[in-house]
């Protein structure tokens, strides 16, 4: 495979790296996106290194990696550097293979402490982060960023820089600054400096929806490999077909059935789960599918449903019922679609991740 990179001595083959999602990318999610093939890195939501240094068995459980089916990583969040690399430490003794730290996050939850990508603004804190972290592990660092805190202070190449020197081995950059949130499209093209300065790989996020946005990210940034977050909640089969496209190779295309099935699949799984509360079931499905269907024509009055929907039988049915409505109208084409639409435009406020701009 050539298109491939390396976190020090671990293969990522393909380039490609499932984003982390919080409340979307459990352990469960990551291994249904691992069994559609394509993915060369999966990484954790993002886990409070606090909740950890105090051993909170529920912030635990987002660690786990096992069996997840290739390499992946944990993503931890905070801004002390002494407990970030004691939460470092204790995942590495507990199994994890990879530490990404967290510079990107820009809910205000996260950056009202100072952390995610708040972050940014403090490059000196930076530097005594990665260095704490680095020091207390043996296992590769990586670090996952924005372009900067607001469009006056786009210092990516300068954090960037900080954590080569500070021995991450790898940095995936958002291609939009935290005052932007989620609103504009991302400008692959700023990376391309933060690419031609650093010896490490560089993976470019933001976006990549479609195979063509993963041609035109790669060659604006030059970045080694791609990160996808919503692009896989449309398209679980979306790295795949990336894949195989710079592989020169055939191209998958799931069918209406095969998307149905991987649905299905996914309320199988939650139903059979004891560790989640059925009102914790629904919350992460309908938060699924409000990025599923994003951009999907006919999906209005589906997602209108499933909204008001109190169990996972009901939302079974109005799924299934959607797809056939699909299926009959020979719309099979439908999810290589973005279409704006403008009932679900005003569902969400401008910024939100799931809204088109
Ligand atoms: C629901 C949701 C949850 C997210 N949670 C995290 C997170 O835990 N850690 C993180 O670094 N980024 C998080 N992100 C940001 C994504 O990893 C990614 O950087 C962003 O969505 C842009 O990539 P995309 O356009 O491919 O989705 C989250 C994004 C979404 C939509």
């Excluded at 704490?132 to 996952?144: D, E, G, R, W, Y």
């Excluded at 977050?229 to 979306?238: A, E, H, I, Q």
Aim: overall charge neutral; aromatic content about 6%.
């Amino acid at each position: 495979m050539t298109f491939a990179l390396k976190i020090d001595q671990i293969d990522i083959a393909p380039a490609t790296i499932l984003a982390p999602m919080e409340g979307i990318t459990d352990i469960t999610f990551r291994k249904m996106i691992r069994a559609c093939g394509g993915c060369g890195l999966t990484v954790t939501e993002f886990v409070n290194c606090e909740g950890l240094t105090r051993d909170v068995e529920r912030v635990w459980e987002k660690t786990r990696c096992d069996n997840d089916g290739g390499p992946s990583s944990v993503q931890i969040y905070g801004r002390i550097p002494e407990n970030l690399a004691r939460a470092a430490a204790m995942c590495e003794a507990r199994g994890a293979q990879i530490i990404d730290l967290n510079l990107g996050c820009p809910a205000k939850k996260v950056v009202s402490g100072n952390a995610g990508s708040a972050l940014m603004r403090e490059p000196e804190l930076c530097r005594q982060i990665f260095h704490a972290v680095k020091s207390s592990i043996k296992i590769p660092m990586t670090v996952k960023m924005r372009l900067g805190w607001s469009e006056g202070s786009m210092n990516v190449q300068e954090i960037a820089h900080i954590a080569e020197s500070e021995g991450a081995s790898l940095v995936a950059v958002h291609a939009r600054t935290r005052e932007e949130a989620y609103r504009g499209h991302s400008r692959w093209h700023l990376v391309r400096p933060v690419v031609e300065q650093l010896h490490i790989p560089v993976v470019i996020n933001g976006d990549i929806l479609t195979r063509e946005d993963a041609k035109n990210a790669l060659e604006a940034s030059g970045a080694a490999g791609i990160m996808i977050g919503r692009g896989m909640l449309r398209n679980p089969w979306l790295m795949l077909q990336i894949a195989q496209d710079l592989d020169g190779g055939d191209i998958f295309e799931p069918t209406l059935d095969r998307r149905a099935q991987f649905v299905n699949h996914y309320l199988d799984i939650l139903e059979n789960a004891n560790d989640i509360s059925e009102g914790g079931k629904l919350g992460k499905f309908k938060c699924f599918i409000g990025y599923f269907t994003r951009g999907l024509a006919y999906s209005t009055q589906m997602r209108e449903k499933i909204y008001k929907t109190g169990s996972l039988v009901q939302l079974r049915s109005v799924l299934n019922d959607y797809f056939e409505i699909l299926q009959t109208g020979n719309l099979d084409d439908i999810f290589d679609r973005v279409l704006i639409d403008p009932n679900n435009q005003m569902r969400f406020k401008e910024g939100d991740p799931r809204r088109i701009d």
